[in-house]
T-cell receptor, first 112, second 115 residues
Framework: NAGVTQTPKFQVLKTGQSMTLQCAQD?????MYWYRQDPGMGLRLIYY???????DKGEVPNGYNVSRLNKREFSLRLESAAPSQTSVYFC???????????FGPGTRLTVT | AQSVTQPDIHITVSEGASLELRCNYS??????LFWYVQSPGQGLQLLLK??????LVQGIKGSEAEFKRSQSSFNLRKPSVHWSDAAEYFC?????????????FGTGTRLQVTL
């Protein structure tokens, strides 16, 4: 089992460019999450998907969109990147009624 | 809304010494509490969790934590630190309402281990 995988590992964007961060899991997770991690701020929830076909906003959703393509995949899109979106992005998943979240290795994004 | 406070941003301990990392939470009901560890350049790994029952919980990598409701605390302890324990540690509280099990994380404590 690969667990939770994320692509790419690193990305540099110019302001205004768009990109999609990919996340996939093979752990039969019902719920999936996108977080961003910034120095001194811990992890903050961007969006989550409680189950296939549903998505909801988290604490910091502005500037992002998500798609729960199927049970395995949950993507995060930046339509017009801004320097404030420079961060490390983590995807996580969990089975229903469990709080034990399994994290991917992260994507380090720099917006210049 | 729930929140988590980790008052220590950075802690340095000697290898072999004991460790206690502090965590205080704010939550209206009985909390679900977690400690995660993040090694440099890695994702987060769950160390331990508290849902109910015995207030002293054991986790992986020699970790334990004690839930103290009266103090709204869930401090992480290790009796003897190894150099490989150097990492960032996050406390989190689970939101057991709504459609998904969401976590709110503290800002983290970075542990440095000196030899």
């Amino acid at each position: 089992n690969a667990g939770v995988t994320q692509t790419p590992k690193f990305q540099v964007l110019k302001t205004g460019q768009s990109m999609t961060l990919q996340c996939a899991q093979d752990m039969n997770h019902n719920s999936m999450y996108w977080y961003r991690q910034d120095p001194g701020m811990g992890l903050r929830l961007i969006y989550y998907s409680a189950s296939e076909g549903t998505t909801d906003k988290g604490e910091v959703p502005n500037g992002y969109n998500v798609s729960r393509l199927n049970k395995r995949e949950f993507s995060l899109r930046l339509e017009s990147a801004a320097p404030s979106q420079t961060s490390v992005y983590f995807c996580a998943g969990t089975v229903s009624s469990s709080y034990e979240q399994y994290f991917g290795p992260g994507t380090r994004l720099t917006v210049t | 809304a729930q929140s988590v406070t980790q008052p220590d941003i950075h802690i340095t301990v000697s290898e072999g010494a004991s460790l206690e990392l502090r965590c205080n939470y704010s939550y209206g009901a009985t909390p679900y509490l977690f400690w995660y560890v993040q090694s440099p350049g890695q994702g987060l790994q769950l160390l331990l969790k508290y849902f109910s029952g015995d207030t002293l919980v054991q986790g992986i990598k020699g970790s334990e934590a004690e839930f103290k409701r009266s103090q709204s605390s869930f401090n992480l302890r290790k009796p003897s630190v190894h150099w490989s324990d150097a990492a960032e540690y996050f406390c989190a509280v689970g939101d057991n309402t709504g459609t998904a099990s969401k976590l709110t994380f503290g800002t983290g404590t970075r542990l440095q281990v000196t030899l």
